[in-house]
């Protein structure tokens, strides 16, 4: 297990002798949408392998590394792809990172991921803002919060009705409204993965209320509210769901990585756009 303070504790101090950067600001860039984080500047760049305790990524697509340095004038630390419970780790290893930024000083989080457009409106290439999400294994007993709760960093039982920050969704409409970028709003639904879903599944998962679907982010927003971050989290949708069988077409990786293309900049936009209005 790699939820003891000490663990925390040496992340932080390995990553301390590399920079005296101190970023209030995290990201967390998923499938695909690693490139963001090439347009940090003043860089330090740090490999996951070189972390005590941190995870790292085995999925193509995920560079697998912290970029540390500044983006529209504000210091910044980027995960340039994250681990997933699918990779066999533990809902606490997957979180882990978003802890050690909380103790580097994070304060606000913006997390990205790779997600399938369970709204009929959406195609790829759309950029959805999360309003909420339902984060399928922590209803079924995999809530990275379950175990000895620290009372330093958070609340044993935590409210999860103010989840995604109001005032930072406000500025990424209005980011996206002046720079002529649709960005969808909605639910967005958490699955362990690593199949994609059936068309049953998307049935049951769009009569639930989602409008996109994916295998990351909500553990990680949930740590990140019970240390007090501010949260902000874009979904890029990579591709529509499929609610019919015997459809010709079926989802792949391939097609995922390939949207992240049309997507980064969009994000880009929408996130630099933020951070100035943050300034
Ligand atoms: N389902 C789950 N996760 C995903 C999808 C999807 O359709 N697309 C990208 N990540």
């Not at 210091?75 to 930024?101: K, L, S």
Request: net charge negative; hydrophobic share 40%.
């Amino acid at each position: 297990m790699t939820d003891s303070h000490a663990d925390y504790s040496s992340a932080v101090a390995t990553i301390r002798q590399k920079t005296d950067s101190r970023p209030k600001i995290g990201l967390v860039l998923g499938s695909g949408l690693g490139g963001l984080a090439d347009h940090i500047t003043d860089r330090v760049v740090i490999p996951y392998e070189e972390i005590p305790g941190w995870p790292r990524s085995t999925v193509h697509g995920h560079q697998g590394q912290l970029v540390i340095g500044q983006l529209e004038g504000q210091p910044v630390i980027a995960q340039q792809g994250r681990a997933h419970f699918y990779e066999g780790y533990t809902i606490q290893q997957v979180t882990f990172p978003i802890r050690v930024m909380h103790q580097l000083g994070v304060d606000t989080l913006f997390l990205t991921n790779a997600a399938g457009g369970l709204n009929e409106n959406f195609t790829a290439g759309d950029v959805m803002l999360l309003n909420d999400h339902i984060n399928m294994p922590g209803l079924t007993g995999l809530n990275p919060l379950i175990g000895r709760n620290d009372d330093d960093i958070g609340p044993r039982f935590l409210g999860m009705s103010q989840t995604y920050d109001r005032d930072l969704r406000e500025l990424a409409r209005d980011v996206a409204l002046s720079s002529g970028i649709t960005l969808h709003e909605g639910v967005y639904i958490c699955l362990s993965g690593p199949t994609f879903e059936t068309p049953a599944e998307n049935r049951l998962l769009r009569l639930l209320g989602g409008d996109a679907v994916g295998m990351s982010t909500a553990p990680e927003v949930i740590v990140a509210r019970h240390a007090g971050m501010r949260v902000m989290a874009c979904s890029g949708i990579t591709n529509k769901s499929i609610f019919e069988i015997d459809s010709d077409f079926d989802t792949n990786h391939e097609e995922v990585l390939e949207a992240g293309h049309v997507i980064v900049p969009r994000l880009m936009t929408i996130l630099k756009g933020v951070l100035r209005r943050l300034n």
